[in-house]
């Protein structure tokens, strides 16, 4: 079964940290591009990061950048996104996902909530 599963959400303060990480299995996913998605109620789906298999292309939202680290570990099948300094702002639920291009997705996880306080 091909899947993504998600964890490492929580609650933390503004100012903290946490490492959200992403498993992938069921098929090969060296030739993909791995993104990190985020919503928050009431509000659309927006880009976090991605990060190609290779590693050799990272890209991020001008929001996180500077606090989010995207990186992944080939032979764990795993990609992690270190967020540091978070704001309240940065409360969502964020979804893993994988697709050919940086632009194109079609597997999806569940998701996991990121809630910072102030």
């Given at each position: 079964?091909?899947?993504?599963?998600?964890?490492?959400?929580?609650?933390?303060?503004?100012?903290g940290?946490?490492?959200?990480?992403c498993?992938?299995?069921?098929?090969?996913?060296s030739?993909?591009?791995?993104?990190?998605?985020?919503?928050?109620?009431g509000?659309?789906?927006?880009?976090?990061?991605?990060?190609?298999?290779?590693?050799?292309?990272?890209?991020?939202?001008?929001?996180?950048?500077?606090?989010?680290?995207?990186?992944?570990?080939?032979?764990?099948?795993?990609?992690?996104?270190?967020?540091?300094s978070?704001?309240p702002?940065?409360?969502?639920?964020?979804?893993?996902?994988?697709?050919p291009?940086?632009?194109?997705?079609?597997?999806?996880?569940?998701?996991?909530q990121?809630?910072?306080?102030?």
């Amino acid at each position: 079964q091909v899947q993504l599963v998600e964890s490492g959400g929580g609650g933390v303060q503004a100012g903290g940290s946490l490492r959200l990480s992403c498993a992938a299995s069921g098929r090969t996913f060296s030739t993909y591009v791995m993104g990190w998605f985020r919503q928050a109620p009431g509000k659309e789906r927006e880009f976090v990061a991605a990060i190609s298999w290779s590693g050799s292309r990272i890209e991020y939202a001008d929001s996180v950048k500077g606090r989010f680290t995207v990186s992944n570990d080939n032979p764990k099948n795993t990609v992690y996104l270190q967020m540091n300094s978070l704001k309240p702002e940065d409360t969502a639920h964020y979804y893993c996902a994988a697709g050919p291009t940086m632009a194109r997705y079609d597997l999806w996880g569940q998701g996991t909530q990121v809630t910072v306080s102030s």
